[in-house]
């Protein structure tokens, strides 16, 4: 089944930096590609998605970037702010036709004020 | 935040005791998944259903069944609780599939603990 790595585990910026998380998926048939912002004690909420007919998706100061032949795909923040700091997860959707959806472990981002 | 409700939010519970946690959605989503979250680990899915009845297994399945006997309750149980068991519970729902996946909207969590 899709396995799905993601790094850095943590992560701490001075404000006002970029900040890049990245992650790899194991089947290439996957498609869909969500990331998740999650604050303390929140549930975990969709920021931006990206599909595998699209490279690149850009939301204000977030975006993300697919590269299908490496499987990997990377959420990028600039100028980072303070509300920028939680848990940030990525996921890929299962290409079995199920409907499930796999996430990484996590990168929690500390942006420094 | 898709009109997912999750009870109980908060429960302890002792080992060897049955636990069912209930998910409760209003968007007519037609699936519906139960995550458990830890630490180093993130969200790993437990079960999930594509209708009404029909479920299936996810990453970490062993010591918990699930129900749906309608579209808008999804309970996940667990048989005799273990330590090991205690975490946070996420239930999610995603409508009808398309071509390429749909977002998944996550309730507000149930913290469970085990002693």
């Known amino acids: 089944g899709e396995n799905v790595e993601q790094h850095p585990s943590t992560l701490s910026v001075q404000e006002g930096d970029s900040a890049v998380i990245k992650c790899t998926y194991s089947?290439?048939?996957?498609?869909?590609f969500p990331w998740y912002k999650q604050e303390l004690g929140k549930r975990p909420q969709l920021i931006i998605d990206?599909?595998?007919?699209?490279g690149e998706k850009k939301d204000q100061r977030i975006a993300v970037t697919l590269n299908k032949t490496a499987k990997h795909f990377s959420l990028h923040i600039t100028e980072t702010q303070p509300e920028d700091s939680a848990v940030y997860f990525c996921?890929?959707?299962?290409?079995?036709?199920?409907?499930?959806?796999?996430f990484g472990t996590g990168t929690r981002l500390k942006v420094l004020a | 935040d898709a009109g997912i409700t999750q009870s109980p939010r908060h429960k302890v519970t002792e080992t060897g005791t049955p636990v069912t946690l209930r998910c409760h959605q209003t968007?007519?989503?037609?699936?519906m998944y139960w995550y458990r979250q830890d630490p180093g680990h993130g969200l790993r899915l437990i079960h999930y259903?594509?209708?009404?009845?029909?479920?299936d297994k996810g990453e970490v399945s062993d010591g918990y069944s699930v129900s749906r006997s309608k579209t808008e309750d999804f309970l996940l149980t667990l048989e005799s609780a273990t330590s090991s068991q205690t975490s946070v519970y996420f239930c999610?729902?995603?409508?009808?599939?398309?071509?390429?996946?749909?977002?998944?909207?996550f309730g507000e969590g149930s913290w469970l603990t085990v002693v």
């Open positions: 990206i599909r595998s007919n699209v």
């Open positions: 259903s594509y209708g009404v009845k029909d479920t």
């Open positions: 089947d290439s048939a996957s498609n869909y």
């Open positions: 968007e007519n989503h037609r699936y």
């Open positions: 999610a729902t995603n409508q009808q599939g398309s071509k390429y996946g749909n977002t998944i909207y």
């Open positions: 996921a890929a959707s299962d290409p079995s036709g199920t409907y499930k959806y796999i």
